[in-house]
């Protein structure tokens, strides 16, 4: 069996590989082989092993940028910004992993010694999409190898190429043999891996059909999963919005990865005073935007990952507009060759239209009027999905109470949404659970172990040490 990588923008087939099928089993075994090593390095070197992942990044950054363009159509300015991000996540658990997973002394009883560790628990299975082919499993990689555990990527199959180059990444920087892998394989052999004893837990960035079924094997077994589905992210604009930057904001926060973003804001909540002056505004700029060659500095917006995707967006748009939903720009395929799509917006959608209730992966906005911030808080929090939400207004102490209104794992105020290594990241509803990134992040696939040690009656301890 072989997987092919295939350009969207052209339809032309990149290269072919040869799928892992008949020895996935090897690798896991060569995965729990090397962490009975791994674990027991200090966690110093790890740090040492990981900043230098992120210079092996930043020195190619531009070789990694031209192989996720071509496998999945993203822009090529906004790939390099992608591998950037990648090797800041390395240096920031680069710098902080020690401190994060130090021991902690408890005061307990006081002839006892009460410490708190956190001790890696083995091959961590990563299921990650094609989306941010890099960031994505970088998110998962860098914060699991410092911690001790390793690593193994069942990457989307379109993606191979990149799955491929992260392996190397890790291997160039210096890290032991099979301490992080890839595996090439179908999702029908998915649930094969995750019974196998040897995994000791799952990590998944998808669908939340994708996060239900893994979660349902994963816990079958009693394994720990971290869950991050998709979204339907709000973004609220109240009457006193600043609205040169909303307007801005907006157009960015619809079509960054062409609309290809989990975190991406998909339904425009704009109060009835500031409607009109919003839509008329937000069209004209969606309607600016170029489509073109992702390798094309002056793109804006590329091709959708897959033909299929391309189409099955196409269907949620014109399902929403035989419901009644009006279509202001777009709404279309575009006559050219490729996956492509065009900037849309959609207006009027009736409740439990495909563009109010389920996730349009595309550059697709549906913007709704209402009447004031209750209403558009009600609004907002009226959909299965819990990822990201962002509020604007000129009001800061505002802005923030509604955000704290927010049924979301992220909310900002008067900033698109968007991942921080500094910041946990995560949903709540269908939009899965668990968190990935700054302390919670590297603490999830850990044993959380208390250490008791009783001592004599009348020794002394130092519980503070």
């Known amino acids: 069996m072989s997987i092919e990588s295939t350009n969207p923008a052209t339809g032309e087939t990149i290269d072919t590989y040869e799928a892992d099928s008949d020895t996935w ?82 005061a307990g009883e006081p002839n006892a010694r009460t410490v708190v560790a956190h001790q890696p628990l083995g091959p961590i299975l990563a299921i990650m ?14 914060p699991n190898l410092v911690a001790g555990n390793v690593g193994l990527l069942k990457h989307a199959s379109n993606v191979p190429g990149c799955a491929r180059a992260i392996e190397d990444v890790f291997r160039e920087a210096g890290f032991p043999e099979n301490v992080f892998s890839t595996l090439l394989i ?25 996060g239900r079924a893994v979660a349902e094997t994963a816990g079958s077994e009693l394994k720990k999963t971290v869950l991050e589905l998709g979204g339907s992210d709000p973004f609220v604009v109240l009457e006193d919005a600043p609205m040169d930057e909303t307007v801005e904001t907006a157009v960015q926060a619809r079509l960054l990865n062409s609309g290809q973003s989990c975190i991406a804001a998909k339904r425009f909540i704009v109060v009835e005073d500031v409607y009109d002056e919003f839509i008329d505004r937000f069209v004209e700029e969606m309607d600016a935007q170029v489509v073109g060659d992702p390798m094309a500095e002056e793109t804006d917006i ?22 009644g939903g009006e279509v202001r720009l777009g709404g279309e395929p575009m006559d050219r060759e490729g996956a492509f799509y065009p900037p849309t917006v959609l207006t009027d959608v009736p409740e439990d239209a495909p563009a109010d209730s389920e996730e349009l992966f595309g550059p697709v ?33 505002r802005g923030e109470r509604v955000a704290r209104e927010f049924e979301s794992g992220l909310a900002f105020v008067n900033e698109l949404v968007k991942s921080d290594p500094r910041l946990p990241f995560g949903g709540v509803k269908d939009s899965g ?31 503070v040490e």
């Open 25 to 106: 089993d090897d690798h896991l075994e060569n995965a729990t082989a090397a962490f009975e090593e791994w674990r027991t390095v200090p966690i110093e070197t790890r740090q040492q092993l990981l900043a230098a992942a992120g210079d092996v990044l930043r020195d190619g950054s531009e070789e990694y940028a031209e192989l996720m363009t071509a496998e999945m159509g993203k822009p090529i300015d906004q790939a390099r910004s992608e591998v950037e991000k990648c090797a800041w996540v390395c240096d920031y658990y680069a710098e902080h992993a020690a401190e994060f997973l130090g021991d902690e002394v408890v």
């Open 129 to 142: 999409p094609w989306n941010f082919p890099f960031w994505q499993v970088f998110r998962f990689a860098a």
């Open 186 to 210: 179908g999702s029908d052999e998915i649930d094969a891996v995750i019974e196998d004893d040897r995994i000791a837990g799952v990590t998944l960035t998808g669908s939340d059909g994708a």
């Open 302 to 323: 590329g091709p959708q990952a897959r033909e299929d995707l391309a189409d099955q967006l196409h269907e949620q748009v014109q399902e929403t507009v035989d419901q």
């Open 365 to 397: 906005a549906t913007v709704f009027r209402v009447p004031d911030e209750d209403a558009a808080i009600e609004k907002a929090n009226d959909t299965r999905f819990g990822l990201g939400a962002s509020v604007w207004t000129e009001d800061l102490d």
């Open 433 to 463: 659970y668990g968190r990935e990134l700054a302390r919670e992040g590297i603490r999830e696939f850990v044993n959380t172990k208390t250490i008791w040690v009783q001592r004599d009656a009348g020794e002394e301890t130092d519980l």
